[in-house]
Each structure stands twice: as structure tokens, then as C-alpha cells.
């Protein structure tokens, strides 16, 4: 699993690709979306585009990423799922919980939007 970033003013968007099964790499993601809570990014964009598989470790990890942000008073994203990855969020019924988009561009623009109107941040 590879973790591609990319900063858009405040906003940033980890781009993943491979498979989410767990593991050192995919507690690499969460302690990459801590380290962007350290340094005041609160508001971030998880490409999944890249990835094919996930299993529940890797579901527990963007549970984890969530709860670390909404902690801080931020917000996840979740752009560019993928069916086998839809799936497994539907059956999990996460995809209730998680905020989804087509691409990384259109969660960038909701994060915007949301600010313009005032509800972002949880």
C-alpha cells in the first residue's frame, strides 16, 4: 500500500493505492493523518481510487483516521471508492458514517463549500 499527499491550502488529500489489509502500512495512514493534525491540518480527503481490496483492519483504520480528526475538530472524506470497496462499506453499513464523493476534486470543493456556508468542522 502506498500513501501518495497533496496540499490544497488547509485541505489535504492522501491518495492510497493498493490493497487495506492491515498491518505496518496501514497504521502508516493513520499516523500520517495524525502527523496532519499536528501540524493544524484538520480537514482531509482520502482517495481510495488506487485501492482494490479492504479488509476490516482497514476498515478499523479509517474509523481510526475519523475519530483522530473529529477529535481535533476536523473532518474525513472519503473520494473515488471503488464497487469492491463500496460494497464492503455497505455491508459494514459504514457508508452511513463516511462522507463519499465521485473524485478527490469534488471532496476538496464540499470541504470549500462548507466553509463558505459556515457548517464545516463536524
Given at each position: 500500500?502506498?500513501?501518495?499527499?497533496?496540499?490544497?491550502?488547509?485541505?489535504?488529500?492522501?491518495?492510497?493505492?493498493?490493497?487495506?489489509?492491515?498491518?505496518?502500512?496501514?497504521?502508516?495512514?493513520?499516523?500520517?493523518?495524525?502527523?496532519?493534525?499536528?501540524?493544524?491540518?484538520?480537514?482531509?480527503?482520502?482517495?481510495?481510487?488506487?485501492?482494490?481490496?479492504?479488509?476490516?483492519?482497514?476498515?478499523?483504520?479509517?474509523?481510526?483516521?475519523?475519530?483522530?480528526?473529529?477529535?481535533?475538530?476536523?473532518?474525513?472524506?472519503?473520494?473515488?471508492?471503488?464497487?469492491k470497496v463500496q460494497s464492503v462499506l455497505m455491508i459494514t453499513k459504514l457508508i452511513q458514517?463516511?462522507?463519499?464523493?465521485?473524485?478527490?476534486?469534488?471532496?476538496?470543493?464540499?470541504?470549500?463549500?462548507?466553509?463558505?456556508?459556515?457548517?464545516?468542522?463536524?
Open positions: 500500500m502506498k500513501i501518495k499527499e497533496k496540499i490544497e491550502g488547509d485541505i489535504a488529500v492522501l491518495t492510497i493505492s493498493g490493497n487495506m489489509m492491515g498491518g505496518p502500512e496501514t497504521t502508516a495512514l493513520h499516523d500520517k493523518v495524525k502527523s496532519l493534525i499536528a501540524d493544524g491540518i484538520k480537514r482531509v480527503v482520502i482517495d481510495l481510487k488506487g485501492v482494490k481490496w479492504i479488509n476490516s483492519s482497514g476498515l478499523g483504520t479509517l474509523m481510526a483516521c475519523m475519530s483522530s480528526l473529529k477529535n481535533a475538530g476536523g473532518k474525513l472524506k472519503l473520494a473515488s471508492v471503488t464497487d458514517i463516511f462522507e463519499t464523493y465521485e473524485n478527490a476534486e469534488r471532496a476538496v470543493a464540499s470541504f470549500v463549500e462548507e466553509e463558505r456556508h459556515g457548517t464545516g468542522s463536524g
